[in-house]
């Protein structure tokens, strides 16, 4: 899947002067290649090589505890969440049920 992260070239760019934005404008306009933090508009960075390391270490735990004990599934990044009419990426993501001790 091409995305701002894997296509530099698709991300999107903002009308000059406007940095600022409502969360209902950037969720309605679907801003590729940009985060929408406290109202103002953050280009999305391409990740480095110590982020691609802490993520593989993380996965790699997480996943064998997980995996192990069946508590449901790990997601790696580059996969796309649908929440509502908006969609959410994340570096490792857990999908499993909520029991409480």
Not at 44 to 72: A, F, K, W
Request: proline letters at 5%; glycine letters at 10%; hydrophobic letters at 35%.
């Amino acid at each position: 899947m091409l995305n701002s992260q894997t296509n530099p070239e698709s991300v999107q760019e903002v009308p000059a002067g406007k940095n600022t934005i409502t969360l209902e404008e950037f969720l309605e306009n679907g801003l590729e290649g940009y985060e929408y933090i406290k109202g103002e508009l953050a280009p999305i960075s391409l990740p480095s090589m110590i982020h691609g390391e802490i993520s593989v270490n993380v996965i790699r735990y997480l996943d064998m505890h997980v995996y192990t004990h069946q508590l449901g599934r790990l997601y790696t990044a580059g996969t796309t969440f649908h929440l509502g009419d908006s969609e959410a990426r994340c570096c490792v993501c857990f999908d499993g049920p909520i029991t409480r001790g």
